[in-house]
Nanobody, 124 residues
Framework: QVQLVESGGGLVQAGGPLRLACAAS????????MGWFRQAPGKEREFVAA????????YYADSVQGRFAVSTDNAKNSVYLQMNSLKPDDTAVYYC?????????????????WGQGTQVTVSS
């Protein structure tokens, strides 16, 4: 069993930055891909970004491409989401997820482990 704990959420003004962190209790085969999702009130949980722990392949949703950056620190069993130029539409609960490498990475079933989420609120 892998536990994921997110941190770094909060309130930020539009245009500002915020960095989320996700610490994993253990890295094993089941955590070869790490992802970030978000869920706004009344909306479905949506894919934000993903990264392969080895090789560094990164994927982004079109809505965050060029503004967000995902990275890992394997020595710390952690994954990060640097969010820049934040917009009110980025307001959501952000979730960290981990799963084995698959051809698909944008869907919730692609991940086996989930964090509890951290709230990000962007004021206009």
């Amino acid at each position: 069993q892998v536990q994921l704990v997110e941190s770094g959420g909060g309130l930020v003004q539009a245009g500002g930055p915020l960095r989320l962190a996700c610490a994993a209790s253990a890295y094993n085969f089941g955590t070869l891909r790490m992802g970030w999702f978000r869920q706004a009130p009344g909306k479905e949980r949506e894919f934000v970004a993903a990264i392969s722990r080895f090789g560094g392949t990164k994927y982004y949703a079109d809505s965050v491409q060029g503004r967000f950056a995902v990275s890992t620190d394997n020595a710390k069993n952690s994954v990060y989401l640097q969010m820049n130029s934040l917009k009110p539409d980025d307001t959501a609960v952000y979730y960290c997820a981990a799963g084995a490498l698959k051809n698909s990475y944008r869907r919730r079933p692609d991940y086996d482990y989930w964090g509890q989420g951290t709230q990000v609120t962007v004021s206009s």
